[in-house]
């Protein structure tokens, strides 16, 4: 079938090209991406909990391609075992869980000055002025960012970002190229300094990090550092944004919310279900792999469209229904098995405070704009802008 998730109308609204993937070509082949693309829920499934057969050893390759700004190491998202459970044992311990729970405090400051900012007028663009900054500013304090870099810092990872759509404009793969090198360049001082004057930053952590004698080489530390921007921008970001453009689609669902407080836990798991900000995730078959909706030869490049995997109607009650009371808890969302999303956790965290605080400290609002574009990814699902109109 026709189905070229860089297309126009697929970027506009994939739901109805996954329909009739799951539906007609649950295993098909993919021409412009030359490529496979897995779409029900089951075979998504079993991919993510077999590594050894579906392996990650492509992931930059055909995310990044040739605009990887680490280049010279296999990132951790490229790792099979052992090597991937080496690292992650690192990372987990020098990063996330103790961390994540002492943040709490500091990213309800920062929502609540991104929030006054943006209720202060009666329209602001919820991307510029929370959505998108959010996320940054939280990753930024984490690593140890100066906050006089942060405007630097947020314009070289958007760029990178831009890097996994495959452009082919010379203009902007040059763009996504320098911008690369200078965060590169960037944290390759930082990394260098953490080593004589330790901070109580992630970069400080993973300095440090060390498992059986063995620590991070500084590319791997450099790769992390790098991944832990990329990943999660961009995607947090469109959690925020898809949650607030559904439930202005859905005004019933947004009254539930409004009525009841406790729900945007679940809200926040609805989005990541319904309108999932990652769509799609590399694979490399190991072998032949015969799966519910079809066979798969070895050495093949398969996508794994957990955007729709997510909507499956064998898996989920009346999928395309968006319900804040659902709080669905085996969504793909954020994959599943040893690559799990590493900053999943932060990811709610931010989700949760950001939604509340616009839903219970600002005037209700409506959007002021009926077409909104979204932004032209491979992976990423989320709008370019979301202009809002507080009630006065
Ligand atoms: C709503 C926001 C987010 C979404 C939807 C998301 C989604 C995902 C998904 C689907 C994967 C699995 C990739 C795979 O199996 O190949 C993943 C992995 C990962 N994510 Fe996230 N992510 C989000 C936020 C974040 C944040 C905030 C961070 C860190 C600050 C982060 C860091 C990572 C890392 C390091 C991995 C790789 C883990 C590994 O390979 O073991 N993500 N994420």
């Not at 900053?343 to 709610?348: I, V």
């Amino acid at each position: 079938m026709d189905y070229n998730p860089l297309a126009p109308g697929v970027i506009e609204n994939p739901y109805p090209y996954y329909a009739e993937l799951r539906n007609k070509a649950p295993v098909a082949w993919i021409e412009p991406l030359q490529a496979w693309a897995i779409s029900r829920y089951a075979d998504v499934d079993f991919a993510l909990r077999n590594p050894q057969i579906f392996s990650s050893s492509e992931f930059t390759k055909q995310t990044l391609g040739d605009l990887n700004p680490v280049p010279e190491v296999p990132w951790i998202l490229d790792m099979n075992p052992p090597d991937h459970t080496r690292l992650r044992k690192l990372v987990n311990k020098g990063f996330l869980p103790r961390l994540i729970r002492n943040l709490e405090p500091r990213v309800q400051e920062i929502t609540r000055q991104l929030v006054a900012s943006l209720k202060s007028q009666t329209e602001g663009d919820l991307v510029s002025a929370l959505s998108g900054p959010l996320p940054t500013m939280v990753i930024a304090e984490m690593l140890g960012v100066e906050p006089e870099r942060l405007d630097d810092f947020k314009r070289w990872s958007d760029d990178v970002v831009l890097g996994t759509s495959r452009p082919s404009d010379e203009v902007i793969r040059t763009r996504v190229r320098q911008s690369g090198a200078a965060l590169r360049n960037y944290f390759e001082r930082m990394i260098e300094r953490r080593r004589t004057d330790p901070g109580e930053d992630v970069i400080t952590a993973l300095v440090r990090a060390e498992e059986e004698h063995e620590m991070l080489s500084a590319a791997e530390i450099l790769a992390l550092a790098v991944l832990l921007l990329l990943a999660g921008n961009e995607t947090t970001t469109n959690l925020i944004g898809n949650a607030v453009r559904n439930l202005l689609r859905h005004p019933e669902e947004l009254a539930k919310v409004r009525a009841d407080r406790t729900l945007v836990p679940s809200l926040v798991e609805e989005v990541l279900r319904y309108e999932s900000p990652v769509q799609l995730i590399p694979r490399l078959t190991a072998r032949e792999v015969e799966l519910e909706g079809g066979k798969i030869p070895a050495d093949a490049t398969v996508f794994l469209l957990l955007g729709a995997a997510n909507r499956d109607e064998r898996k989920f009650l009346e999928p395309d229904r968006f319900d804040v009371t659902r709080n669905p808890q085996d969504h793909v969302g954020f994959g599943y098995g040893i690559h799990y999303c590493l900053g999943a956790p932060l990811a709610r965290l931010e989700g949760r405070i950001a939604l509340d605080s616009l839903l219970f400290d600002c005037p209700p609002f409506t959007c002021t704009r009926e077409h909104l574009p979204q932004i032209a990814s491979l992976i990423v699902r989320g709008v370019q802008t979301l202009p809002l109109h507080f009630a006065a």
